[in-house]
């Protein structure tokens, strides 16, 4: 079963967005901004059941396959670099 993010979630007081901790032009930031997220969802939406835990949304599962790629880390790696900061 797939995973809804929250369209707009409501910000709380003492936590940070995200946009004010990077910066917009960095590699990865660049490169999210080319993909069209929305493709890769309804491209592997389908994979997904409909009964079950729910996964992780298809923008993590995605982004966490390039990284991999991108840097030659192996599974455990960047997972456990996604953990430590999933920003």
């Known amino acids: 079963m797939m995973k809804e993010l929250p369209k707009k979630p409501q910000l709380e007081m003492f936590k940070t967005t995200l946009v004010i901790c990077i910066h917009p032009e960095h590699e990865l930031c660049l490169?999210?901004?080319r993909i069209d997220w929305e493709v890769l969802e309804n491209v592997f939406a389908p994979l997904y059941g409909t009964t079950g835990k729910p996964s992780g949304p298809i923008?993590?599962?995605v982004g966490l396959l390039l990284l991999k790629q991108m840097y030659n880390l192996g599974d455990e790696?960047?997972?456990l670099r996604y953990l430590e900061?999933?920003?």
Do not use: E
Request: cysteine-free; proline content about 8%.
């Open 85 to 87: 900061n999933p920003y």
């Open 77 to 79: 790696t960047v997972v």
């Open 31 to 33: 490169l999210a901004k």
């Open 59 to 61: 923008r993590t599962i």
